[in-house]
């Protein structure tokens, strides 16, 4: 048993729950990858331990992205939500947005005639309207009757209401109204779950506004139920360090904060595998990359520019809208799972549709027959066919046999479709990172890829060319990369308000004031959760030109504003807007939307990588070959293959070539140069 | 509502009503379950379910009375035949098609 101290990463995915740990002295860094069981996911925590032969005791601590809140709201088992809102608005949970988008592909909805809007979040049978008007002014034109809120209240729990949510018009720019009403709820409501807009999201736009609100309600009693169970079997197993949470934005927190805002965690999955990216960015000293991770059934794309992953001010979880500073991640149906079929046009696509885990790619032998792309690379030879974790043995006869019937419906070689779905995998890949790049104004060419998951390597150097990017690094355990994220990642927080005005009418002062008004609650909940002042504030405003409809996030200076600062403010915007869109209008009137400011505690050191254990160079070259099938005109080649733990330092490899691992196999193309770095990463540059 | 550039100036008060959407077959034969989801969502009232659609609902406990609403639905039924004798079944096919496969 090692009693050294540890902290641990964990990522919990659909079908596994990775354990990274990293002893704190040494750096030494052990992975397990081990089933997750699905309604305990503590369980799956406990058993990584054990398989690492670690003791809970000597943790000191659990980071871990959590995705029960969004299994919840997938699976339908939040809480029975009621709403409370401003007379004649409620309906706004049916009517929705106008944009045409709900079909399968959002490219196919504007012309889809029968396309259906998602149920309402909250049923018409759960919401309430009451009297009360406040104006965008601020001013209140008609004052709020408690008494109508209680009686509102009442209605709600007799209809089953176990949560409630309350969203008045313009409470962003005055919340008193919803304040008065969450006073008189928490009385009333034996559970106290209760949110209301002004403490979940504290912005215009009501529709979204209002299902944040009634979103972060129904969670209240997931997120609450989870994290008593999770602390109370790490206790009971001899843990007593810190349990930390990942947040959407790629921050982590403890658990007292997100007890009131469990929507924070919903997109915590992807979050980790960029946030690890970043770290390695900076290692590595790239200031523009783009993370790549690619698993079972998605492909994650996300930048990575000067160490950071952007943020947004929304995402979507199940169609509904979730507006919460999120890291901008890119998620497409194609992963190592995704399914090969030929369309009503006789074209073959890939995914979205996934095999997942169970029954898996047909080379999984559990019953899978449809092909997927995982059963395309065994059957090239690309993938290390021994290698697979969690003692899943492969079987190539099973891969093919999937693979014949589309071939015959083709008229193709086995191989050519083989090789086919792979190119049609990677081009919906390329498209993904075109969108984030090209689409906005980026140039690939000056990009690194940091390719992961377990199908990521796979595909780096294809996806690489396919976009022009010159180099791809590919980290050590790639296919637990993402829960280094949860390691390194940054222990913060964000405060947000509303805050429309014309910049021309901005009162510097008053300006100051709003800015250092968030500053202080997001420092007080960095402190009431870590016991340190930040070491790091950031201010950052959502503007946009008077008259347009959507803003811009713009970076300010994190200094008290001066009188002159609004000119530089100004400024930001201009260059913001002309990087986005190609060009900025210096003589229109430019107003403020939002402000959002950021307060950051780093991650303790981790001595990641400089343990490196690699490259036994004393046991001699271990190589061997295989057939590959590079490409299938000239059928298959005799191609190196490498075990990853025997590479050194400084060896150099050339494309074509594999490389297997316990988590994940690479596979560089020709026309590639690889060298291994001193941490032991794979560097592949275009020849 | 057929007006175009109708100035507003302050004080004016501009009210639109809109009916809801049409109804598309037999009253009488559309699924009680739907009937009751929809004076569930106030939508509908107990009052109109019971006069038009032939269907009563157990306020109190938010629930269908089947029985009552079975025999219900046959006497309007005869009552309707009398009212409206050339009344013909309406063909909801061309309507309720599956949307196209996505392609």
């Not at chain 1, 002295?25 to 369980?43: H, M, N, R």
């Not at chain 1, 209240?220 to 990942?246: A, N």
């Not at chain 1, 733990?645 to 050339?654: A, D, K, M, S, W």
Request: hydrophobic letters at 40%.
């Amino acid at each position: 048993v090692n009693n050294a101290r540890h902290v641990l990463g964990i990522d919990i995915g659909g079908t596994f729950t990775d354990v990274l740990a990293v002893e704190a002295e040494t750096g030494t860094v052990s992975v397990a990858k081990v089933p997750t069981v699905p309604g305990s996911l503590v369980d799956g925590i406990v058993a990584g331990v054990d398989e690492l032969g670690l003791e809970l005791d000597s943790v000191t601590r659990i980071v871990h992205g959590s995705t029960t809140c969004t299994n919840a709201l997938i699976e339908g088992t939040q809480a029975t939500t009621g709403f409370i809102g401003t007379r004649g608005f409620s309906d706004e949970f049916d009517i929705q947005r106008m944009a045409r988008r709900w079909a399968k592909t959002p490219r196919a909805a504007i012309y889809d005639l029968h396309q259906v809007k998602p149920p309402p979040f909250v049923p018409r049978r759960l919401r309430r309207e009451v009297d009360e008007r406040t104006l965008f002014s601020g001013e209140i034109a008609e004052p709020l009757d408690p008494g109508q809120v209680e009686d509102a209240a009442q209605a709600l729990i007799a209809r089953g209401a176990d949560a409630i949510a309350v969203c008045f018009l313009w409470s962003p720019v005055n919340d008193s109204h919803e304040r008065l009403a969450k006073a008189r709820l928490e009385n009333l409501l034996p559970s106290g779950f209760v949110s209301i807009s002004a403490e979940v999201a504290p912005l215009v736009r009501e529709y979204e506004r209002m299902v944040t609100t009634a979103v972060n309600a129904s969670l209240l009693p997931v997120l609450g139920d989870y994290l008593q169970s999770v602390d109370e079997r790490l206790h009971q197993h001899g843990f007593r360090g810190r349990l930390l949470l990942m947040q959407s934005h790629g921050g982590v927190s403890g658990p007292g904060h997100l007890r009131d805002l469990p929507l924070l965690t919903l997109r915590s999955g992807p979050v980790g595998g960029a946030v690890a990216a970043s770290f390695l960015a900076r290692r590595l000293n790239r200031s523009r990359v783009i993370s790549c991770d690619v698993g079972g059934t998605s492909c994650d794309t996300a930048l990575v520019l000067d160490y950071e992953v952007p943020i947004t001010d929304g995402t979507e979880v199940d169609h509904y809208p979730v507006r919460i500073p999120t890291a901008d991640i890119r998620c497409i149906g194609a992963g190592g799972g995704s399914i090969a079929a030929i369309d009503a046009g006789g074209a073959l696509r890939i995914g979205p549709e996934s095999a997942g885990s169970s029954p898996g790619p047909a080379c999984y032998g559990r019953g899978g027959v449809l092909p997927t792309l995982t059963d395309a690379n065994l059957t090239l030879g690309r993938f290390g066919r021994d290698t697979l974790a969690a003692g899943i043995e492969l079987s190539t006869g099973e891969a093919r046999r999937s693979l014949e019937r589309l071939a015959r419906a083709l008229g193709i070689a086995v191989e050519a479709a083989a090789e086919g779905i792979v190119r049609i995998a990677v081009a919906n890949m390329a498209e993904s990172i075109r969108l984030q790049t090209i689409d906005r104004g980026h140039d690939p060419r000056e990009f690194t890829l940091i390719a992961f998951g377990g199908a990521g390597p796979l595909h780096a150097t294809l996806l690489a060319e396919a976009c022009s990017i010159p180099e791809v690094v590919i980290p050590v355990a790639p296919g637990v990369f993402s829960s280094l994220g949860m390691i390194v990642a940054d222990h913060s927080h964000y405060a947000r308000s509303s805050c429309l005005v014309p910049l021309d009418d901005v009162d510097v002062t008053d300006l100051e004031r709003r800015f250092s008004a968030l500053e202080r609650e997001a420092e007080h909940q960095l402190r009431h959760d870590t016991g340190e002042t930040p070491s790091r504030l950031r201010r950052s405003a959502a503007m946009r030109y008077a008259l347009q409809e959507w803003e811009l996030p713009v970076e300010l200076p994190a200094s008290p504003l001066q009188r002159d600062d609004l000119e530089e403010i100004r400024d930001r915007f201009h260059k913001a807007h002309h990087a986005r869109y190609g060009f900025s209008r210096k003589d229109r009137p430019v107003e403020l939307v939002a402000l959002l400011v950021s307060a950051a505690v780093p991650a303790p050191r981790v001595a990641y990588g400089t343990a490196n254990e690699h490259g036994r160079a004393d046991a001699g070259d271990v190589s061997r070959t295989w057939p590959v099938v590079v490409d299938p005109r000239e059928g298959a080649v005799e191609v190196v293959v490498h075990p990853r733990e025997r590479l050194v330092p400084g060896q150099e490899l050339h494309g074509p070539v594999v490389v297997t691992e316990p988590t994940s196999t690479a596979y560089v193309q020709p026309g590639w140069d690889v060298v291994v770095d001193s941490m032991g990463n794979l560097v592949a540059r275009a020849a | 509502m057929k007006a175009e550039r109708v100035a507003v100036r302050e004080g004016d008060v501009l009210v639109i009503d809109a009916t809801s959407g049409a109804g598309f077959g037999n009253p009488l034969e559309r699924d009680p379950h739907d009937v009751l989801e929809d004076v569930l969502d106030g939508i509908l009232s107990p009052e109109r379910a019971r006069a038009q659609y032939g269907v009563v609902i157990d306020v109190r406990a938010g629930a269908l009375d089947e029985d009552a609403t079975n025999s219900l639905r046959i006497e309007l039924g005869r009552a309707f035949a009398t009212t409206a004798p050339s009344h013909t079944p309406v063909d909801r096919r061309g309507y309720e098609l599956a949307p196209p496969a996505d392609t």
